[in-house]
């Protein structure tokens, strides 16, 4: 990554005080990881089938905690694939767009 430029506040007319507090990588990460582990749950139904299945081995406990085991799985697999790509948009959002904000007036600043 190259050394960023900071855009001047209006407010001040200087750089000095601009730093960057937001980007809309870290966005898309957390959308990302918010819509993939909906996902993830959702597509996890079998695999809480499955658990459950074999949880059904140890009576009405098993089948529980096996389905509840799957379910979690897939959240977090989802979790994690979504909040990678997520973050791959995001990226390439952030490229055009980032937000800087001045310490002095507190002023939001889009670069
Ligand atoms: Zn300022």
Redesign the pocket.
């Known amino acids: 990554m190259s050394i960023l430029e900071k855009p001047e506040?209006p407010?001040?007319q200087t750089s000095k005080?601009?730093v960057l507090v937001g980007t809309a990588e870290s966005m898309g990460t957390a959308v990302g990881i918010g819509a993939g582990a909906a996902v993830g749950y959702g597509g996890a139904a079998s695999g809480a089938a499955a658990g459950a299945a074999l949880g059904s081995f140890v009576p009405v406990v098993g089948t529980i905690l096996g389905g509840l085991a799957g379910g979690i799985l897939g959240a977090l697999t989802g979790a994690v694939t979504g909040g990678t790509l997520g973050h791959k948009v995001g990226e390439r959002i952030d490229r055009s767009r980032k937000l800087f904000k001045?310490n002095?007036?507190s002023?939001k600043i889009y670069g």
């Open positions: 506040c407010h001040c005080f601009v001045c002095r007036c002023s």
